[in-house]
């Protein structure tokens, strides 16, 4: 089997499930939480039409899920791809609760999908998909109760249109209905790059940690995107060395290093990483098992599974992805000695700059990128050694410390709050 149909037999929201069970079994959570909290709280599905270019009517299938509000609104990615599923959409909401609580942002968690890969239409029909979408989901969105952004294969331009799409309902412009918008529309300084330097500053905390000289780390990325990226040039500037990166279409490899910013332009001119001058064709599978000090899984779920954790060789495996990690495998690289930096904190400095977003439109206020990173940095650094904190004094692994922290904030607001009616 290839990791791409080992990846597709597992489903995210058992994963998610199993995560949480974990965690809530160390907390001795209440009985009636634990049954609220392992659910989403709601689950829309929408079919909806759209014309395409030829003139022909298809039909789309969507979700947009809310999984726990006890903290705050909704917050969390519109995702388009071939491959979303109900399931999918419902694990990603819970990591999201679980990820702003993990940063103490005040949201709850909620996550959105349409099947569709989005490589087949054009322009207009993106926009169009993008425009009904918005409008079937729209019963759910709202600046102050869920607030989508972008995910994998959405962007700016995506989030312009549903901010465009939410404010023409409404008769006035709604900024804040939507993060990761455009600077020219309310977007933030920084959103683009927050994930990744979210991401970067995990890892900076990492080797401090582990006692790892990042100027000596090679690193490998596996997926091109906004958080690949930007992680492997990022991570550049602090030194280390790029030795492999992969898209959805393969991989190059140079152990010497590969020059990223000369990739980043590959890619935007050819689609993919594949046949970058000089280095060596790699598949997804290979480059997991790429010996190094740290690898950035930024692509998609279950690529490290109990097959592949074996012969995972990093110091550091560092989830710019959502759920790119089983729990077996977790297992195996924890007892490998391998240091985890798990999702819910790694990548969580997107959701964070996305919350730096949504109160700058509140107040109609707009940050410079400076004092952004700034806070961002904080924040960042504040959540991980929390998260090290537990670690440490329970003796467990970074993923279920963050659970714990994440898990006993969301608990307590929930409980706070009492059961209604
Ligand atoms: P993106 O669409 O910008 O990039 C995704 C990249 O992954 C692309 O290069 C694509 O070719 C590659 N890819 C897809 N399937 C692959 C496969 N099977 N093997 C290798 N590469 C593959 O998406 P993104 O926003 O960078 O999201 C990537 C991951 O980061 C997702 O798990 C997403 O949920 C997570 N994430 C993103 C953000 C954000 O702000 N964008 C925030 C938090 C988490």
Redesign the pocket.
């Known amino acids: 089997m290839t990791t ?1 149909q080992v990846a597709a037999r597992i489903n995210p929201w058992h994963v998610a499930q199993q995560q949480f069970d974990l965690a809530a079994d160390r907390l001795n959570l209440d009985e009636g939480l634990r049954r609220v909290l392992r659910e989403p709280r709601r689950e829309l599905t929408v079919h909806f039409p759209v014309k395409m270019d030829d003139g022909h009517v298809q039909v789309f299938t969507g979700y947009r899920v809310q999984h726990n509000l006890g903290r705050g609104p909704a917050k969390g ?1 519109i ?1 388009y791809h071939q491959d979303v599923s109900l399931d999918e959409v419902k694990a ?1 909401a819970m990591w999201m609760t679980w990820k702003c609580a993990v940063v103490a942002i005040p949201f709850g968690g909620g996550k959105g999908g349409v099947i569709v890969d989005p490589k087949r239409l054009s322009m207009k029909e993106l926009e169009a998909l993008t425009r009904r979408f918005t409008t079937e989901i729209e019963v759910l969105i709202g600046p102050e109760r869920d607030i989508p ?5 959405t962007n700016a331009q995506v989030m312009a249109w549903m901010m465009d799409t939410y404010s023409m309902h409404h008769g006035y412009t709604v900024p804040g209905v939507v993060t ?1 918008k455009p600077i020219s529309l309310g977007g933030s300084e920084g959103r683009h790059e ?2 990744a330097r979210g991401t970067v500053y995990c890892i900076l905390e990492a080797a401090e940690h582990l006692g790892l000289d990042l100027g000596l780390a090679r690193v490998v990325v ?7 990226s930007i992680a492997a040039r990022l991570i550049t500037a602090e030194g280390a060395t790029v030795i492999a990166v ?4 393969g991989g190059v490899h140079h152990p010497d290093g590969l020059d990223v910013n000369r990739l980043i332009a590959w890619k935007a001119e050819r689609g993919t990483v594949r046949g970058f001058p000089g280095a060596r064709a790699v598949t ?1 599978a290979e480059l997991l098992e790429i010996e190094c000090d740290v690898l950035i899984p ?4 279950n ?1 490290i599974t109990s097959r592949n954790a074996d012969r995972i060789h990093a110091r550091i495996v560092a989830e ?4 790119p990690t089983t729990p077996d495998a977790d297992r195996i690289l924890f007892e490998r000695g391998i240091f985890m930096i798990p999702d819910i904190l790694c ?1 969580a400095g ?2 964070t700059v996305s919350y730096f977003e949504w109160v700058q439109d509140l107040n109609r206020d707009h940050w410079s990128e400076a004092i952004v990173n700034t806070k961002l940095k904080e924040i960042m650094v504040r959540a991980f050694r929390e998260v090290l904190e537990t670690d440490l004094r329970e003796e467990g692994n970074m993923r279920l410390a963050a659970y714990l922290v994440a898990v006993q904030r969301v608990a307590d607001a929930t409980a706070m709050r009492g059961l209604y009616p």
Do not use: I, K, Y
């Not at 952004?149 to 294969?153: E, F, I, K």
């Not at 992969?246 to 279409?249: A, F, I, L, P």
């Not at 930024?298 to 779920?301: G, K, T």
């Open positions: 791409e990615g995702r990603l952004a972008p995910d994998v294969n990761g927050a994930t596996q997926g091109f995107g906004n958080a690949g992969s898209d959805s279409e997804n930024a692509a998609l779920e690529q710019a992805a959502n759920g990548n997107g959701v």
